[in-house]
Antibody, heavy 123, light 111 residues
Framework: EVQLVESGGGLVQPGRSLRLSCEAS????????MHWVRQVPGKGLEWVSG????????GYADSVKGRFTISRDNAKNSLYLQMNSLRIEDTALYYC????????????????WGQGTMVTVSS | QSALTQPASVSGSLGQSITLSCTGS?????????VSWYQQHPGTAPKLLIY???KRPSGLSDRFSGSKSGSTASLTISGLQAEDEAHYYC???????????FGGGTKLTVL
């Protein structure tokens, strides 16, 4: 079964750090770009970050650039998001997402989504 | 404010056809045939409906179809069913600086 399982979310104070993980199974992980997309409960989707199949290119939304770092370990079929200097506005459900293509500039569809991990930034 | 503009809500009757719009710019939809659409029911993860502007994932109903004209993409749902009531999001590649942008989403109500 094709599956993405996120972990690492939780309650954290503003300014602190958190690391999200996503374990993939059921497909050739190293053939696909991967992304993180977040959603404030009751609101729309926001692309956060993406990485090419070989970690050659990482992209970030302006709202997280310089604070978040995406990485992947193809040997472990895993995707990560290191979130530093967290802000209240980073509070959201974070989805791990599989790209149908291996590189970001061919990104024409996200076909597999995890169930998400909730990050709450509050004092 | 989302980079792509979608109407906040639309409604249609059972069996009717309806078209959802997604307006971008020459920096995203207008420059790339990399538009996708997602359906999201409450409490669940988004589901891919359309990719590459017009393509449907294997097994998806042919009631869903996509198109693009200039900087506006559209999703048409034919033969509306009760289970089509959901939020719909468009998405586009937006170049090597911005990368990916989503629309704000459209809430579809089936009457």
């Amino acid at each position: 079964e094709v599956q993405l399982v996120e972990s690492g979310g939780g309650l954290v104070q503003p300014g602190r750090s958190l690391r999200l993980s996503c374990e993939a199974s059921g497909f050739s992980f190293d053939n696909h770009a991967m992304h993180w997309v977040r959603q404030v409960p009751g609101k729309g989707l926001e692309w956060v970050s993406g990485v090419t199949w070989n970690s050659g290119i990482m992209g970030y939304a302006d709202s997280v650039k310089g604070r978040f770092t995406i990485s992947r370990d193809n040997a472990k079929n895993s995707l990560y998001l290191q979130m530093n200097s967290l802000r209240i506005e980073d509070t959201a459900l974070y989805y791990c997402v599989k790209d149908m293509k291996p590189i970001l500039r061919l990104a024409d569809g996200f076909d597999i989504w995890g169930q998400g991990t909730m990050v709450t930034v509050s004092s | 404010q989302s980079a792509l503009t979608q109407p906040a809500s639309v409604s249609g009757s059972l069996g009717q056809s309806i078209t959802l719009s997604c307006t971008g710019s020459s920096s995203d939809i207008g420059s790339y045939d990399l538009v996708s659409w997602y359906q999201q029911h409450p409490g669940t993860a988004p589901k891919l409906l359309i990719y590459g502007v017009t393509k449907r994932p294997s097994g998806l109903s042919d009631r869903f179809s996509g198109s693009k004209s200039g900087s506006t993409a559209s999703l048409t749902i034919s033969g509306l069913q009760a289970e089509d009531e959901a939020h719909y999001y468009c998405c586009s590649y937006a170049g090597s600086s911005t990368f990916i942008v989503f629309g704000g989403g459209t809430k579809l109500t089936v009457l």
